[in-house]
């Protein structure tokens, strides 16, 4: 389960890990959260790159949040290099480790709780969500401001976006990385020109990601399983305004809360 690599010529966003890093060196873990396709994945190799070079020698653990149901399966989890499960709490405790929970979308709190409580080594954890955990050491990643878009939009290309395109793409998807780097990617190949871009951003959020998901089912699956229950209540009700106590006698507190934090 090592690391994957990043890209030769990925853009750091160097304010973000080093606010990261802080927090790693304060609290042992941090949590990147924000919406999918916001750069999560990559600032976490960036953030475990800079933790390596000043100590190469902790073990590092790669861990996809999809392999994780609940917290115990952290105590015996399959690890390829090993080909047997392996306990993930028992590795933290014996060995320093640097360890990544990618796409951790359920029982984030539960995990968090099992790996503070008992590990009492040295380690740095590193977990990223589309939701925040309730835990106090976490940095949310926002899309990217104007002059970070137009150095994703523009990277690697001769001829560069020009001002007024770059404004109506702006105003279109925002800030948004994947998406950005989406055309991006459609531009290099010669697919479309900046000509002719404007017409498809409609259709842009159909792009595919590396496994071959459409980025708005990547965006919404997580969030559209997490509050099945909630939404089908919502439904029910079919009404724009309720009373708080009807939801919370319908969902409870901890229900009203995951619809709050997907707002």
């Known amino acids: 389960n090592d690391f994957p690599k990043i890209p030769d010529n990925s853009i750091v966003r160097i304010n973000t890990v080093n606010s990261a890093i802080k ?6 873990l941090v949590q990147l959260y924000g919406i999918s396709g916001v750069g999560k ?8 790159e800079k933790i390596k070079k000043k ?9 996809s949040g999809e392999s994780i149901k609940d ?11 090993y080909g047997v499960p392996q306990n993930i ?14 796409s951790l979308e359920k029982k984030i709190n539960e995990i968090i709780s099992a790996i503070t ?16 955990s309730g835990h106090h050491s976490k940095l949310r990643i926002k899309e990217s401001g104007k002059s970070l878009s137009k150095e994703i939009l523009n990277k690697g290309l001769p001829m560069l976006c020009p001002a007024e395109t770059f404004e109506e793409i702006y105003s279109s998807i925002g800030g948004h990385p994947f998406l950005l780097n989406q055309i991006n990617i459609l531009i290099k190949e010669n697919h479309l020109t900046w000509h002719n871009i404007i017409e498809e ?9 590396d496994d071959n998901q459409a980025f708005y089912n990547r965006l919404f699956q997580n969030h559209l399983a997490a509050i099945k229950k909630e939404l089908a209540v919502l ?13 919370h006698l319908l969902v409870g507190t901890i229900g009203i809360e995951k619809l709050i934090s997907r707002d």
């Open 89 to 102: 709490i028992g590795l933290m405790q014996r060995f320093k480790s640097l360890v990544i929970i990618d």
């Open 23 to 28: 927090k790693l060196h304060k609290n042992k």
């Open 201 to 209: 951003l409609e259709y842009i959020t159909s792009s595919e990601s």
């Open 235 to 247: 439904r029910w009700v079919d009404e724009k305004e309720m009373e708080h106590s009807l939801l």
């Open 55 to 63: 100590d190469p020698d902790q073990m590092t653990i790669w861990i």
């Open 41 to 48: 994945t990559y600032l976490a190799l960036q953030i475990a």
């Open 71 to 81: 917290a115990n399966d952290l105590k015996s989890l399959k690890i390829d290099r």
């Open 117 to 132: 409580t008992d590990v009492n080594n040295d380690y740095n954890l590193i977990i990223t969500s589309q939701t925040a």
